[in-house]
């Protein structure tokens, strides 16, 4: 499948010391992929300096700001305003590649070409984490034990779903109702209505991104909070 241009969403709160670093990640897997590609950071609610960084990397990089305090709605809003306010789905939106990540996250250079080369409807990656200091070898240990079990499982993909590093094409999104306004599990939730549409989901293990291990995250349920209910069975937390 050839695609004629690319999306990719952030959402962020409060998240002006990490957005940087995201960003510059994200301009580079733009800079690579072989199609022009709008990036939306969608402020939700912030309160920090976020705002600030708008007009730092680039026309193709658009900041919009919410008051949602839910990172579903969060990840719809930038989709919507690649949708309606820029143009983007002007001509077949099959032709297009939506991908989204998260403000604490860095992509690969080849991030988007990856996804876009899978010839599919979904492309689900992986995380990894390269700094550890808030927590206990032990729950190192523990965490990497039970992530990769799950790589393994699946014989070649993987069972894992991360809001930070999945695409998939724009009119399969918009024909499934798109991200719904959760606080928390809105990627598996957009997974699971893929999964009963019929689309085809392409799990791939090569396709990783490095994220932070921190202890307090923005979703109830997100990965910072996997990350600490791992580290509390040995009391590390």
């Known amino acids: 499948m050839t695609f004629d241009s690319a999306v990719v969403v952030i959402p962020a709160h409060d998240e ?40 730092h990397f680039g026309d193709g990089v658009h900041f919009v700001e919410v008051e949602a305090k839910n990172v579903g709605a969060s990840r719809a809003a930038g989709f919507a305003y690649a949708r309606t ?11 297009i590649w939506y991908a989204t990540t998260d403000a604490d996250s860095q992509v690969d250079a080849d991030w988007l070409v990856r996804q876009m080369d899978a010839d599919t409807d979904m492309v689900l990656g992986v995380v990894r984490v390269t700094n550890w200091r808030h927590f206990s070898a032990s729950s190192v240990r523990r965490y990497l034990a039970a992530y990769r079990a799950k790589l393994r499982r699946s014989g070649g993909g993987h069972d894992h779903v991360h809001g930070a590093n999945m695409g998939f094409r724009a009119d399969a999104y918009w024909k499934t109702g798109g991200f719904a306004t959760l606080v928390s599990d809105e990627d598996v939730n957009l997974v699971r209505r893929f999964e009963q549409c019929g689309h085809r ?9 490095v994220t932070s ?15 600490k209910s791992v580290s509390q069975r040995d009391g590390a937390a």
């Open 16 to 55: 002006a010391e990490k957005l940087p670093r995201c960003l510059k990640a994200v301009v580079t897997a733009a800079a690579c992929a072989p199609v022009p590609v709008l990036t939306v950071v969608v402020l939700d609610s912030c309160t920090d300096e976020s705002a600030s960084l708008a007009g």
């Open 85 to 95: 306010v820029c143009g983007v789905a002007s001509g077949d939106e099959s032709r």
């Open 201 to 209: 989901i392409h799990r791939d293990v090569g396709l990783s991104v």
């Open 213 to 227: 291990a921190r202890r307090e995250g923005r979703a109830p349920r997100g990965f910072a909070s996997h990350l």
